[in-house]
């Protein structure tokens, strides 16, 4: 009986190990309708398993390493989301100063115009 529960130990640990080696490339999603990328720089675990999701949700082309379009790049925010640090990059179509506003007052982001 150790011996089984000492190998489900070591399986346990390998699993741990190898999903958290994937967490070391940036990851993003393009939602072109909604005029922004969502993008992970350092993506946690959580953020691995859930920007693929809500990038299918939204339609959106998502790419691992992150490559948000510099085309029609207006500005982005920088914060801290509940499930790990996030850049929202906002294109040609959104207001700015009403996404600067939010990203300042509600997401207690920076908001930059540098890409």
Same mark, same amino acid.
């Given at each position: 009986m150790k011996t089984i529960v000492t190998s489900l130990l070591a399986l346990t640990f390998v699993g741990v190990g190898c999903g958290s080696s994937k967490s070391?490339?940036?990851?993003?999603?393009y939602v072109a309708n909604q005029q922004i990328c969502y993008e992970d720089p350092t993506p946690t675990a959580a953020q691995l398993d859930n920007l693929p999701v809500k990038c299918s949700s939204d339609s959106g082309e998502y790419l691992q390493p992150a490559k948000c379009p510099q085309t029609g790049f207006i500005g982005k925010c920088t914060f801290s989301a509940a499930d790990g640090p996030e850049v929202d990059r906002f294109y040609t179509g959104v207001d700015?100063?009403?996404?600067? #506003?939010?990203?300042?007052?509600?997401?207690?982001?920076?908001? #930059?115009t540098t890409f």
């Open positions: 070391g490339a940036s990851i993003s999603c700015p100063v009403y996404q600067q #506003s939010f990203c300042e007052t509600v997401a207690l982001g920076t908001w #930059s």
